[in-house]
């Protein structure tokens, strides 16, 4: 029987094998793999890099109470960053699905169009999302600009959901019945999870508290950047961006105050790249 | 002759995009062998998700040998007074390897020169191949480009393959880091990676053994041909000739199978269901005869076959979650009513200096009012735009109108409420229909009026380049619902009446001609559609437009009339009479019959007073092709008038009365139509 974590065990393993550092998850809330120090800030810069990990992302607006077969609040990415990408960068993408047991040639694979972008983070790249029989399985970029900074050399960024290809392989019709090991299932390990985030994200945040500690979250992050702490300034950034998404599934944010919002963290994320690059840009890994 | 075949290998390029590329990567050849002189006899051109393909046959070996004639000097430098050739001419003759005697002497336009002729080999073809192929593919424009490698060259994805062929054998050149070679790939999954072609011939063969059907009519067939095959019994797939185009750009080896769903599911509305399987998943739907959607999906899978249904059940799966989402949103939307949701519209921007959607309905609401007091018209535009902040239309935007439509029913308005709710937006693109009820119309009317008036106020002006607000098909939109619903408003009085509900400050300046003007623009586009002649539209908008449906009954009297001898001969007697008025400032006074001299003018002005009263009626009526019947009558008494009567004489009672009578008469022609404007049927050969 192939489970949840066998999956993620074989796909860390064929990155590792393929020369990738495999990082581990980053431990501020974000809302995808893309926001992981490890991939902002490596993407940037002339070093290459090489990278992989699990990142647990939070989404409070596809919370479902634990209720729908394919939605939840928190779900797992695996992400994958190859700087610069190598020729055959599909084809190794694709050996990786191989590699986790699925035969290709009997099923019906295609590359649409599908152009990502995350305008807190000022990025966004060309790219297609791989849909496997019908289903999204993974999203698959070249970034082009990342804190607002063109992006050279450029990076492949192929970022895995990790259930869905779960589902898909286990032939589940609910993530909650994924066999995470022999003896547990997905909905075994996280439903109380879903079912209390689900609440607290959109009955429960208290919106008031939210927009104070969006504007602290934003200061702090400044003054880190100020006495020339990027890092910390960045964890402050996120904050913002988890902050906001709260906000969000609240339905506290209106479309206007959403542009505001949105430029404000942008604006931040912007400064921390610059600021990145020119600090660490001579500097060998 | 030759035939050449080249393949541009990619990264998978959008399926949308590949049609318009593909014809730019032809035509640009075309052009630029044209430019290097070489003919070919055909072009063919296929494409697929991962490739472009352009095939040449009937080519040259190489550009035709030319002789071109070299000039040298004069030849009276040439040649001394004795006739002896001159060091200058030696030199001539040496520089071209020539003897003095190979030299002959030309006439040009300057006067006689020594020349010799040269013959100029024809450049081959392979160099010339080689020398355009990088240059078409840089023709290729895209709308979105990306870059992958150091040398920042930007296309839409990365170039990955060429197969450049000359006949059997390879063309090598070399562009952005690839050499062009004789080798293609496979379908990616059922066909070899390498696959080596020996011959232009060979190709489109050895392709479709690798599981590649690389031409897209033969892709587009097996689809359209399967499509019917694998709908179930007495069932067929809605037809929907936008998603069989994209999805034979989507797939190599494109084959058809059918999928099921839950038929609980067929609780949700119809709308509902052929969008979540349109806009998400591009699977056709399944109706039976009377067009009732039924619990099945056809979709259009990149792979030779399905023998063990897994992929159908993968996708059955992913449907299933679609729809599971929808029924969600369907339930929790009705939680809040329409009603309740207007206050939410205080927080969506319609436009930022033009506010909220909260304000935009009471915009809309307040002319609503104005084209017609009618209680379900008010509650509809009351809540045509509370869709917008339901999670279904966030989800599938193009459901807007439809949503709202389907929870007002769900909500238990009256049947005209929700239909006028679910169609206000329509017309939505060229070529769609005008909302079948009248209320629809009118708040169809009502929002397209207040979003063009509005966008004109603060500036927003459609441009050649840029109309961001899509104000063109708007205002396309709104005189098609005028026409169509014969709407008898002029559009001056529409746009007067929308250009109210904005403050003073916001409308910089006097902007009632410009709209009106910029309405008048689609109305002739409709017009020329429907065939108007463009000098009957000139003529019918060169006079104040009653409203879009008079002005084509107008068009249609003077198209009529148009051809019968005496209306050609009045026309131009008017184009007389309108030349002779411009040219005239003095304030006229009313004619006066004792004053009228000649009999001619005499017997003008009685034809005249005879049928004024009954042209003012028909023109009242409506009846144009009548009033134009009479006016054309009075050819018989202006001909003669103008034949014998002095309009200009010095006599100043005379000229006076004679000018007032000739005012008279033009105004009762643009009581109609400016007919000056008609070109006569002689002058048009001319133009």
Not at chain 1, 44 to 73: C, F, I, M, W
Not at chain 1, 162 to 168: G, S
Request: hydrophobic share 40%; proline share 5%; net charge negative.
């Amino acid at each position: 029987m192939t489970t949840f974590q066998q999956i993620i065990h074989c796909l860390q393993e064929y990155w590792m094998d393929y020369g990738c550092i495999i990082q581990q998850p980053y431990d501020v809330e974000v809302g995808a793999g893309t926001m992981h120090p490890e991939t902002f800030f490596r993407v940037l810069g002339s070093q290459p890099y090489k990278v992989a990990y699990v990142q647990p992302s939070r989404r409070p607006t596809d919370g479902r109470y634990g209720e729908n077969p394919n939605r939840v609040y928190r779900h797992y990415q695996l992400q994958v960053i190859l700087k610069p990408p190598p020729d055959d960068v599909q084809e190794i993408y694709l050996e990786s699905l191989r590699k986790i047991g699925i035969p290709l040639e009997e099923h019906d694979l295609r590359f649409e169009e599908d152009n990502w972008e995350a305008p807190t983070l000022g990025a966004w790249g060309i790219g297609w999302q791989v849909l496997l029989d019908g289903m999204e399985v993974t999203q698959f970029t070249y970034f082009q600009q990342a804190g607002g900074l063109d992006l050279m050399p450029i990076s492949a960024e192929i970022t895995y959901g990790l259930e869905r290809i779960a589902t898909f392989i286990t032939d589940t019709s609910s993530v909650f019945d994924l066999p995470w090991n022999k003896e547990l299932t997905y909905g075994g390990v996280k439903r109380h999870e879903e079912v209390e985030f689900s609440k607290y994200n959109f009955e429960v945040a208290d919106t008031d508290l939210l927009f104070q500690l969006f504007d602290l979250y934003e200061g702090e992050s400044y003054r880190c950047l100020d006495a020339d702490c990027i890092l910390p300034a960045y964890d402050y950034c996120l904050k913002c961006s988890h902050t906001f998404n709260l906000l969000d599934s609240r339905g506290a944010i209106s479309v206007t105050q959403r542009v505001g919002i949105i430029a404000r963290v942008r604006s931040l994320s912007v400064k921390i790249a610059r600021h990145y690059v020119e600090k660490y840009e001579q500097v060998p890994v | 002759m030759n035939k050449f075949l080249f393949e541009l290998g990619l990264e998978e390029i959008p399926a949308d995009m590949i049609p318009k590329a593909l014809d730019q990567m032809c035509d640009s050849c075309e052009r630029l062998l044209g430019e290097s002189q070489i003919n070919f006899e055909g072009l063919q051109r296929f494409a697929s998700p991962r490739r472009l393909v352009l095939r040449l046959e009937g080519l040259p070996d190489g550009q035709a040998e030319r002789e071109e004639v070299v000039l040298g000097p004069s030849q009276s430098v040439a040649y001394d007074q004795d006739k002896k050739p001159t060091r200058a001419l030696e030199g001539f003759a040496r520089k071209g390897g020539l003897a003095v005697a190979d030299i002959e002497v030309v006439d040009t336009a300057k006067g006689a020169y020594v020349s010799y002729r040269k013959t100029i080999p024809g450049r081959p073809l392979v160099e010339i191949l080689q020398e355009i192929l990088p240059k078409v593919l840089v023709s290729i424009s895209w709308p979105k480009n990306m870059v992958w490698q150091e040398s920042r060259f930007r296309f839409i994805r990365p170039l990955r393959w060429y197969l450049a062929l000359l006949n059997n054998e390879m063309l090598p050149f070399e562009f952005q880091g690839i050499q062009a070679n004789n080798v293609t790939r496979g379908h990616r999954f059922l066909g070899q990676a390498i696959i080596q072609v020996q011959e232009v011939d060979h190709y489109l063969d050895r392709l479709r053994e690798n599981y590649v059907l690389v031409d897209p009519e033969e892709r587009k067939a097996k689809i359209t041909s399967e499509i019917e095959q694998v709908a179930p019994d007495q069932l067929h797939a809605l037809p929907d000739p936008d998603l069989v185009g994209m999805v034979v750009y989507l797939n190599e080896y494109p084959t058809v199978i059918c999928g099921g769903f839950d038929p609980k599911f067929l609780k949700l509305p119809q709308a509902v269901l052929v969008t979540v399987m349109r806009h998400h998943q591009k699977y056709f739907s399944v109706v039976d005869e009377s067009d009732e959607i039924q619990p099945y999906f056809l979709t259009v899978v990149n792979t030779h076959g399905d023998p063990d249904g897994k992929i159908r059940k993968g996708h059955e799966k992913v449907l299933k979650a679609r729809l599971e989402d929808s029924a969600f949103f369907w339930k929790a939307d009705r939680k809040e009513t329409l009603k309740d949701r207007v206050e939410r519209l205080n927080h969506v921007v319609f436009q930022e200096a033009l506010g909220t959607y909260h304000a935009k309905i009471t915009r809309i609401r307040k002319l609503c009012v104005h084209l017609e007091k009618n209680e379900h018209l008010d509650t509809a535009a009351l809540l045509c735009k509370s869709d917008l902040t339901t999670d279904m239309v966030r989800e599938f935007p193009e459901l807007q109108g439809t949503m709202g439509g389907l929870y007002a029913h769900d909500e238990g308005y009256p049947d005209e409420v929700c239909q006028a709710i679910s169609e206000h937006y329509k017309p939505v693109f060229l070529g769609d229909e005008s909302p079948s009820s009248r209320l629809g119309a009118l708040l169809s009317v009502a929002d397209k009026l207040d979003t063009i008036v509005g966008c004109f106020a603060i500036g927003i002006v459609p441009t050649g380049s840029s109309d961001p607000f899509a104000l063109r098909r708007q205002a396309q939109g709104l005189v098609k619902v005028l026409f169509d619903l014969k709407l008898d408003w002029s559009p001056r009085w529409l746009v007067d009446l929308a250009l109210k509900n904005f403050p003073k400050e916001l409308k910089g300046q006097e902007i009632t001609g410009t709209v009106t003007d910029f309405l008048e623009g689609r109305i002739r586009h409709i017009f020329q559609e429907k065939e108007v002649a463009y000098d009957v539209l000139n003529a019918v908008l060169a006079v104040d437009i009653q409203s879009v449906n008079d002005a084509f009954r107008r068009a249609q009297a003077l198209a009529e009339i148009r051809s019968q001898p005496d209306f050609e001969a009045l026309a131009i007697a008017y184009k007389r009479t309108k030349n002779i008025l411009a040219k005239q400032s003095i304030e006229l006074s009313a004619v006066q019959e004792d004053a009228l001299a000649d009999p001619e003018e005499r017997s003008l002005f009685d034809a005249y007073r005879k049928i004024r009263p009954e042209v003012e009626h028909s023109v009242h009526e409506g009846d144009y092709a009548a009033a134009l019947r009479m006016i054309a009558g009075l050819r018989e008494t202006v001909d003669p008038f103008f034949d014998k009567v002095l309009v200009m004489t010095d006599d100043e009672t005379l000229r006076n009365n004679r000018l007032r009578l000739l005012h008279d008469i033009s105004q009762l022609f643009l009581s109609i139509a400016d007919i000056s404007e008609i070109v006569r049927e002689r002058d048009e050969h001319y133009e």
